[in-house]
Each structure stands twice: as C-alpha cells, then as structure tokens.
C-alpha cells in the first residue's frame, strides 16, 4: 500500500546530495578559509590554501588521464600530501590506496598489482623500497611514480619518478570543478588487511560510510570546532580512522608529525596546543613512560584515543597523572576504524583505578552513527545473554561497513554472512549492553597496532628445512602490546637455534612480522592431528592478556 507521504513527493537534486566528507573540506574552506589548517615543522597552510591544492591534485590527476574509479596509491609519513591526498585523489573520481609504510617490497608489490594502481605518490623516506616494490610487480600496465619533497625530511634524497608532486600540483587548476560521486555507494578508498589465509585483503570504503563515521568521530569525542589534532596515528591505518575528512568537518588544524617520537609529541602539544590524538597503546605507553622532564608544561585537557588493545590500569593511571583524558574505542579494517566506544559515565569516577581500568578495558557501545554492534551466537546469529559470561562473535551492520573486498567475491559474502558483519573476534556482552573481547577467532597478532597474520609467519617458518611444525600466536608485550611468538617442532636429529630461526624469518617477512620469541618443544595437537592454538595462547600468556 502506498502511503499519501509517497505521492508526488520524488527524489531530486534539490532534495538530495550524496553523502561524502570531501563536502567538509569544500564548506571549511568557504566558512573558514582564513583559518589554519596544516602544520608541518615551519610550513603553515589556512583551509582555502589547502583546498586550492586539493583542486590541483584532482585537476593534475585528471590531465594525465586518470578517471573515475582509478586507483591511485600513496606511500606517506602523516604530511601535508598525506592530509592533500585525502581530498584531491577522490575529487578527482579516483580511488585514494594508502600503503602501509612498515610492509615489505614484495607485498607492496602485490597491493600495487592487485589495486591496479596508475599512480603512486612517494616520500622520500621510502624511495628505495618503493623502487623495489616497483620492480616486483607482475602488472604490465604503466605506473606513473611522483616523488614528493619534504624539507623536513633529513635523510638521503632518492628520486624514483619522473615528476615532482609540487611541480605536479602547481600544473593543475585551482579552480578545478570536481563533483560529488554520482552514487554515495562509490569507492573512495581502498585498504589492505592482513588476511588470515594467503594474500592481504582489499577492503573498499565508499563516501557514505567515510562521511558517517568522520562524523561519529566528532560525536563520540564531542570534538569542538577548530580543534587541533595531532597526527601521531597513521593515516594509512583505515584513513587514520577517518580522522582527515573529521579535521575537516571541524575546520581544525592537522598538526603532521614524521614519527612518532615522545619529545616530538610533547613539543607539538606545548608548541601548538595540540586537544587530539590518536594511537596504538604503545603510543600512549610512550609518553607515560616518557622522563618527567620531558612533560614540563603540558597543558591539561589533551584528548587521547587508544585502539588496538584494551588500555591497562598503569596506563590510564599514568594518562590520568599527565591530565590527558583517555577514551577507549574498537573497531576492524573493515569498519573504517573505530566502530564502537567505550563510553564512560560519570559515576565511574568514583571508583578505585582498577575498577576502572576494567571497565575501560571493555570495547563498549557502538558508534552514533553505526546501526548496530552486538554479540551473536555465531551459527544461530541470535544474540547472546547479556550475562558478561555467554561467548559469541562482535557482528556489526550499518552504515560504518566496507562496501566488500576488491576481486574477492567469496570472502566478501563470508563477511557479511547473515546480514551482518563478522569481525571474527569473540566476545561476551554484559547486562549494561557493553561489549568486551575475550578471544579472536580469527589468527590476528595486533603489535603496535599493526595487524599480523599468524599463517603468514607460519608459512615462512615451515620454509626452514628443519622446521617439522610450527605455529605462531600472540604474546603480550609491554611496548608493542604483543608481539609474535613461535613455537617450533623441529624434525628428528634436527639442530637449530632460536637466533637462527628469527634470521630465516627477516629475510622474508616485514620487521613487525618477525617472531619476538621462539619455543622449541612438542606442539600440542588434537586426537585428529590439529594444533591446539588455544592451549599456546595460554602458554603464551595471550589468552589472560585479552581478558584484562
């Protein structure tokens, strides 16, 4: 039956727009345009500077031929191009690939072929491995390399391509005409993932779920207008959890930061009144740990948001010490980051550190703006007692959900099986509906917020010819939050050492990859000849250190 509301009420141009935060930078800029909005050691950029060189990106890109749905790759540090980058490749109608600068050659290589890459931006800093990620692809199709300059950049200058990204922007029109996507639903980004089998995942973001949870973003924070944000997360960590196209919503200021340095970090807030940041629990850790000297003249009232691992009693003890407000959120590659927040209440700050510290340490509510995020019995899909003890697996669905994975029809409808998405973490939720992680399903190390496949580590440690069995779990760690640990059968009359097992895997696994500790002995299986995962965890210590 048609309701009276739905007659002669279409649908039209004027009455609808396609959600997409490049929307952000285009109102900043006209609102704001005076304000600042780029930081990066002297160099200072307002709104309207910064969206006239977005212009130019998407305008130079265009010129050379790069169209709707392209993809064009970025291998930055958290600068100025970095934040440009954001907003010009998809005013441009392309697809913005950030590539994980800590990732060997050979699989940026096979981001490069399997995204299909026609451009790739590269920092100086990272020259060299590019160059052989280049040389590794198997594609045949041409590549256009830009090399940017960085004055800030101290180290050696190698340039790889035949453009220079100043050169390359200052050719393009700064009143360049981009449109909005035709379809909301368009890809804006792709971001790979550690896979738990074979080869990383592409996971696509399109301009509806950017736009919302850039939003949501504000809302969990209650980030004011013009807020400074310090860039310690980076940004090709699902788009710095959509913090770019945030920072532009808010007309703030994105404060660059090369790495992640405590003194650097501490002279940035002093410096530049920095209010926000983001990282993995060895960020924080960090600046915890970091001399007394080092934090004289902090201001009170810094905002930090912690993922990646649940925040420990010494941890918010130490924020709490500095003055700094800590917020605790959760989320996958395939939800753009963050997708649920540990939502604190007044009440708790009644209660000792350690009640607390566990009830931060739980991965919370969902976002504002996200459907819904709950525990499922994972065959039923029914929801779980809210009993704090009955396991199941976080599922989300939503507006804050990847469009799928790039060429990878089978696992995309394996994902989204029932409806919902499967994050492969289990869990329990609790009567006052919070969730909290007690174990992951899925083979996933998180170090210093980098996700680690444990089968990809395998299978180089089943390359060394004395290796009989092997497998690789989570260990907890105090700086990296944990860290890979392996545990190796060796064949009979086999000799080998813990040293030479760690030289076999840095030769063909990126350094966060590389095991941290190995345990020679019996690997303990199943009646049926499968590994008993769990029972390493355990000997690990991992399977306490989720449960905090």
Known sequence: MTSIFDQNLPRNEANHAPLSPLSFIERTAEVYPDRLAVVHGGLRRNWGELYERCRRLASALSRHGIQKGDTVAVMLPNTPPMVEAHFGIPMAGA????????????????????????????DPEFAALMQKAVALRQGTAPLLVIDVTDPVYAGAVQKIGSLDYDDFVAGGDPQFAWQLPADEWDAIALNYTSGTTGNPKGVVYHHRGAAIN???????????????????????????????????????????????????????IRD???????????????????????????????KAMVAGAAPPASMIEGMEQMGFDLTHVYGLTEVYGPATVCAKHDAWNALDIGERARLNARQGVRYHLQRDARVLDTTTLQPV??????????????????????????????????GWFHSGDLAVQYPDGYIKIKDRSKDIIISGGENISSIEVEDVLYRHP???????????????????????????????????????????????????????????KTATGKIQKFELRRQAGSAAAIDV
């Open 214 to 268: 850039a939003i949501s973003n504000i809302l969990e924070w209650d980030m004011p207008k013009h807020a400074t944000y310090l860039w310690t997360l980076p940004m090709f960590h699902c788009n710095g959890w959509c913090f770019p196209w945030t920072v532009a919503a808010r007309a703030g200021v994105n404060v660059c930061l090369r790495r992640v340095e405590a003194q650097a970090i501490f002279d940035a």
């Open 95 to 122: 697809v913005l690939n950030a590539l994980n600068t800590r990732l060997d050659a050979e699989t940026l290589a096979f981001m490069l072929d399997h995204g299909e890459a026609k451009v790739v931006i590269v």
């Open 272 to 302: 530049h009144g920095v209010t926000h940041y983001c990282g993995a629990p060895i960020v924080h850790g960090l600046l915890v740990n970091a001399p007394a000297a080092m934090k004289v003249g902090v201001p009170a009232g810094v």
């Open 466 to 524: 004395a290796v009989l069995a092997a497998a690789v779990v989570a260990k907890p760690d105090a700086r990296w939050g944990e860290t890979p640990c392996a545990f190796v059968e060796l064949k009979a009359g086999a000799t080998v050492t813990a040293a030479e097992i760690v030289a076999h895997c840095k030769q063909h696994l990126a350094g966060f990859k590389v095991p941290r500790a190995v345990v020679f002995g019996e690997i303990p």
């Open 385 to 418: 007692p809210w009993d704090g003890e009955t396991m199941g697996e976080i599922m989300f669905r939503g507006n804050i959900a990847m469009k799928g994975y790039l060429k990878n029809p089978k696992a995309t409808e394996e994902a989204f099986a029932g």
